[in-house]
């Protein structure tokens, strides 16, 4: 049924295509639904279409089609937002079937409504954090950009065509992917626009009684945070703060990288400025601006601004957060499902209902999808001074307690769980640190920002400013001592700063491995080719075949299509 009725809707469900599974290939149960959408018998263009159970969040094309590729089988729910009725919703349930498209229309005819010029932005505000969560915006980050394509894991490509381009860096602007992960931010910034326009409009306002400052930081920290993400993913996003905005005039909207790191600084010291302080990990606070502006900072510091002077910015950020977060005491409870967010040392995080996290972490035989196998030099660096060779003798002896929460050496059979003599069959641990899991023991959260990754970032900034100083060192080591549950392994003294530095590009991927940080940070190091190099001559059955332009991915080919005043970004 659909919310008012404001529209009549016919449905028509047709199913189109059938291939038959490889037999060599394992099973998966997955499918494919294909939502059109029609308004007065001509196809509508940019609604919003999303499932629930939560897959993606698409919009439509010009000739108003969605196409949600390789979603689990299973009855779903389909919800179309028409742009012109952005308050409005319409709905059809549809089983997805295994190896089949499901092709369903949605006819719409328009009828003259008055709609009430208020809105309502706790209920704006409230669906952001919802719409964050989905599949191809913060919830799959680490999947489909931050983690894959580097050095400490790759897809296994019997599982998971799809990321096996990403991960093999065979991407092109025609990929559906490119196109489904720049559709979902945008359709985040627009709401979040509408939220901002919203807040200068009285008409809008109405008698809402809110703090209108406050409300305006929350909008302006969730833009920045997208627009982060998109201006690392993209390079050269275009810049859109206004749902006024016209496309098609130049004048009216710009495209580039720098720019769109000018307005994330002014949106977030503005957050910074105006937000409450922290209460809720679900929540943007003061102190999470404060720290997603120095990693800001810290970006735009490196490749490919190479703004160096912003790691002063940057460390000037972080030192504000010295005496107001602390560590946890043990490196599982920041992942703990009941204590995460209770945790003093995580600032900032997403919840979702499902999506990547459920099929891609967990022993072999456990998870769902088995899409990620370790490097073996990840491996190998996590051993702490342990070589693991084709046959492990266990019980396993390791120093770095993050080893046995970030690795599963061993695999699951039924009810049977067995150590995995051979390395090859290790795999992401992380975030199923249960295996008599249930609903509720999943982790449904990503944690975007920890007091962790601030304490290493504070490192750096100093090394680089300053060289390796007792401050540095201090922040350096105070997470390696967490790590290791005592002194006897912080970093010796009388480091130059070059090995300093050396030390921070391992101690970070081994603490924030699989939290979508390690291609961001391969990237502004300038290491990502070294580092990939360094991957194919270990693993030569599964070469990445990385070319310098793509530490960024292309701007989708019909977005280019749809409008000829776009760039695309050089080299696809």
Same mark, same amino acid.
């Given at each position: ?257 720098e720019e769109v790191y000018q307005q994330i600084i002014e949106d977030l010291v503005f957050a910074e400025q105006y937000l409450p302080h922290f209460e809720s990990v679900y ?40 005496? =107001? @977060?602390? #560590?946890? *005491?043990?490196?599982? %409870? +920041?992942?703990?499902? $009941? ?6 040392? !995580? ?38 001074g342990n070589t693991f060779t084709d046959s492990v003798a266990f019980p396993i002896s390791v120093p770095d307690q993050r080893f046995y929460h970030n690795i599963a050496s ?44 601030? =304490? @290493?970032? #504070?490192? *750096?900034?100093?090394? %680089? +400013?300053?060289?390796? $100083? ?6 350096? !080591? ?95």
């Amino acid at each position: 049924m659909y919310k008012r009725y404001f529209f009549s809707l016919c449905c028509v469900l047709f199913l189109i295509g059938c291939s038959e599974a490889d037999e060599d290939m394992p099973v998966i149960e997955k499918g494919n639904l294909e939502v059109q959408v029609w308004v007065d018998n001509k196809p509508s263009e940019n609604a919003n279409v999303t499932t629930s159970p939560s897959t993606l969040s698409l919009v439509t094309d010009s000739e108003g089609s969605a196409l949600f590729e390789n979603i689990s089988v299973g009855e779903y729910e389909v919800k179309v937002v028409l742009p012109e009725a952005p308050d409005d919703y319409f709905t059809r349930m549809v089983n997805v079937l295994h190896d089949e498209t499901i092709f369903v229309k949605l006819e719409l005819e328009a009828i003259p409504v008055i709609y009430p010029q208020e809105i309502d932005l706790s209920l704006v505000l409230g669906n952001l954090y919802e719409q964050i969560g989905d599949g191809y915006s913060f919830d799959g980050f680490s999947t489909f950009w931050g983690d894959i394509g580097t050095d400490i894991a790759y897809v296994n490509k019997q599982t998971n065509g799809e990321l096996t381009t990403l991960d093999k860096y065979l991407l092109s602007s025609g990929d559906p992917i490119v196109n489904r992960v720049f559709s979902e931010y945008y359709a985040i910034i627009r709401n979040i626009n509408m939220g901002l326009d919203c807040l200068n409009d009285p008409e809008c306002l109405g008698a809402q009684e809110i703090d209108e400052v406050e409300f305006e930081a929350k909008f302006k920290f969730l833009r920045a945070l997208t627009y982060f993400n998109l201006v690392k993913i993209y390079g050269n996003p275009v810049l859109v703060t206004t749902l006024n905005t016209n496309l098609e005039t130049p004048s009216e909207y710009v495209q580039g990288g720098e720019e769109v790191y000018q307005q994330i600084i002014e949106d977030l010291v503005f957050a910074e400025q105006y937000l409450p302080h922290f209460e809720s990990v679900y929540e943007s606070s003061r102190e999470a601006a404060t720290a997603l502006l120095g990693k800001v900072y810290m970006q735009m510091a490196g490749f490919p601004l190479l703004q160096t002077e912003k790691y002063t910015k940057a460390l000037e950020q972080f030192k504000k957060l010295l005496n =107001l @977060l602390s #560590l946890e *005491e043990s490196y599982s %409870n +920041v992942f703990n499902s $009941t204590m995460a967010s209770q945790s003093l040392e !995580n600032l900032f995080a997403v919840k979702f209902s499902s999506g990547f996290y459920g099929e891609a972490w967990g022993p072999l035989g456990f998870a769902t999808g088995d899409w990620l196998l370790l490097s073996r030099s990840f491996i190998i660096a996590s051993g702490a001074g342990n070589t693991f060779t084709d046959s492990v003798a266990f019980p396993i002896s390791v120093p770095d307690q993050r080893f046995y929460h970030n690795i599963a050496s061993f695999t699951v059979a039924g009810a049977q769980i067995e150590d995995a003599v051979n390395p090859e069959d290790w795999r992401p641990l992380k975030f199923k640190s249960k295996l008599d899991i249930t609903e509720s023991d999943i982790i449904n959260y990503s944690i975007l920002i920890r007091y962790a990754d601030i =304490l @290493l970032l #504070l490192a *750096e900034a100093e090394n %680089n +400013v300053n060289g390796p $100083t007792a401050m540095a060192y201090e922040a350096f !080591n105070s997470v390696r001592r967490r790590a290791y549950q005592n002194e006897n392994y912080d970093l010796p003294s009388g480091l130059s700063q070059q090995e300093f530095f050396n030390a921070i590009v391992e101690e970070r991927k081994l603490e924030l491995c699989f939290e979508g940080l390690r291609k961001d940070d391969l990237v502004r190091w300038q290491l990502l080719e070294d580092k990939l190099l360094e991957f194919n001559e270990s693993h030569p059955e599964d070469l990445k075949d990385f070319q310098n332009h793509e530490y960024i991915w292309p701007i989708p080919q019909n977005e280019m299509d749809r409008n000829s005043l776009l760039q695309q970004n050089p080299g696809y």
